[in-house]
């Protein structure tokens, strides 16, 4: 389905990981994106003002400033982090967007979920049931996304890794215990063909896994790709859930004392193309050398002219 050119779509979220993404995805396939942040002027909004993406002030705090977003808009995506908004923040931002998306008459709200889609004990995996159930309630045009772990754990700084996916994970999960994954940009894809297509996403909700892989091949693949195992750096849990709270550890031990059933199935269906963690990893390397490739010579010409060639 051909994304309709000039429709406005509503990013909540914008400047954050799975937003941006989103954000940039949908400016490819021809939406009018408005790319909503806290702060329009701030460094994280500045990548997406310098594509000329609309980056608009809005809080989810503040439902005059959602209305003023979302005024217009044919779609919104929506997400929150509990690790900034505390788990009733997250909720209480969650229902906002939500009543908002009715009374200004949103036709589509693609809704970034986690978890199972039933109650864990997890929290930040019990929010969004609660954000679910009151969008249903409210009747809010729906479609749930529920992605499961982003491939992004392995990498991106924000996630400690070394820590994070590469020792109390595995720890407390277990070694070899499956794990679905998605790529962040697998992610974006499927939100903007759903946005495309109303008529067969609302309503849905959606498991999203591209791969299932342990965190013991994901080490072996990482090794293949890199040349090196990934960094780890070993901690006591206790000073894990000291920095980063205890939402991950009881995730993760509960996914050791549950089997799930894991389907990639649901995300071909839409995204055929979705990445494996072989695929994203080399595809990762190989954006990695080109870019220092591209930087380097730059680099080098700026050095030369302040340091006076000496
Ligand atoms: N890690 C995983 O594997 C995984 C998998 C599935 C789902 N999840 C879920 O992903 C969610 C986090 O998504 P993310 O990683 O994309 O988050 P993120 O990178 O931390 O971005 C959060 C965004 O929320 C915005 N924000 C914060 N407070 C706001 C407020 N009061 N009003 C409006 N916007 C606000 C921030 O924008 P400004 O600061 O610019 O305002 C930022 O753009 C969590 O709910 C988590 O459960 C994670």
Redesign the pocket.
Known sequence: MAAPAGRIVAV?????????AVTRQLSRDGWSVRA????PE?K??APLRALGIDVVQ?????TRSLERAFEGASGVFT???????GYE??VR?GKNVADVAVRVGVPHVVY????FGHRTDVG??D??VEITEYMKERGVPVTVL?????M??MTAS??FPPASVWHVMPKLRGDTRPVGW?A?DDLAVIVSKALADPGRFIAADLPLAADVRSIAECRELWRQANGRRPRRLPMPVSLFERFVGT?ETTMWRWLAAHDIDIDTQPTFDVHPEALSVPAWLSRRRKDRVRTSSETAPRMRRTVGRGDGGS
Not at 12 to 20: C, D, I, K, N, R
Not at 58 to 62: N, T
Not at 112 to 115: E, H, P, R, T, V
């Open positions: 909540v979220g914008a400047t954050g990981l799975q937003g941006s909503l942040t806290r702060n701030g994280k909004a809005a809080d989810s705090e503040d997400v929150q982090n509990h690790h900034i908004s923040g997250e931002q970034g979920a986690a978890g930040s995996w929010t969004k529920r992605p499961m772990a982003f992004e754990l924000k996630f998605l962040v939402d």
